[in-house]
């Protein structure tokens, strides 16, 4: 499969702990971007790399979130001291800067958080 | 605030008729377009886009619709078909041509059709 790729599915934890979820982008993509979804709504950007680098992060990313993308390949997103609000799906996309379309993004199957 | 609004939760249309699914958007500065589809269990997957200096952009069954001037976007499906169904979100983004990617999302309309 050379599609975005996430994992875990779905992840369930107690308040206060920390997660963190992995994203694959596809191989010959240099954007990689994090969305978060709740229940209802439409994915909200939440941050994005270009290769290593992090572009631009969404006022929604609290200081208990961090992104990196080490060597511009895979991207990971922890959550410390997770609360009830956190829960959502987390969303990862992939783009190319030389891709046909722009601003099209190819999404994973998202990591599912609950927080209890 | 949302800057990009789907009014309607939800849209019930019959096998073969049209689907016509709107968006609203409240940012000047956004002069870039799309409509992504979300199946269950699924990510959203692209389906068509338009840029602001056209008004029209056709793709097999589907045609976007943009009226600038309204700030107004529609998809329309003909004919629809029943694996049409799905969530729709209407996306937009500043900057085409050296876009960031950061879309701004709807909150999406579910679409069912009905064989």
């Given amino acids: ?116 | 605030d949302q800057q990009v609004k789907q009014n309607s939760p939800s849209l019930s249309v019959q096998e073969g008729r049209i689907s016509i699914l709107n968006c609203d958007y409240t940012n000047s500065m956004f002069d870039y377009f799309l409509w992504y589809k979300k199946y269950p269990a699924e990510g959203p997957t692209f389906l068509i886009s338009i840029s602001s200096i056209k008004d029209k952009n056709e793709d097999g069954r589907f045609t976007v619709f943009l009226n600038k001037s309204a700030k107004h976007l529609s998809l329309h499906i003909v004919p629809s078909q029943p694996g049409d169904s799905a969530v729709y979100f209407c996306a937009a983004s500043k900057n085409y041509g050296g876009s960031q990617g950061n879309l701004i999302f709807g909150k999406g309309t579910k679409l069912s059709v009905k064989p």
């Avoid at chain 1, 790729?5 to 779905?10: A, G, I, N």
């Avoid at chain 1, 992060?57 to 060597?71: D, M, Q, V």
């Fill in chain 1, 1 to 116: 499969d050379t599609g975005v790729s996430q994992d875990p599915r779905h992840k369930i934890t107690k308040r206060g702990q920390n997660v963190t979820f992995r994203c694959d982008p596809i191989s010959e993509h240099n954007r990689l971007y994090w969305y978060r979804q709740t229940l209802g709504q439409g994915p909200e950007f939440l941050t994005y790399f270009q290769n290593e680098a992090q572009l631009e992060k969404s006022r929604l990313l609290s200081n208990r979130f961090s992104a990196e993308r080490p060597k511009g390949s895979f991207s990971t997103l922890e959550i410390q001291r997770t609360e009830q609000g956190d829960s959502a799906m987390y969303l990862c996309a992939s783009g190319s800067t030389s891709g046909a379309i722009d601003g099209e993004l190819f999404f994973g199957e998202g990591s599912r958080l609950t927080v209890l």
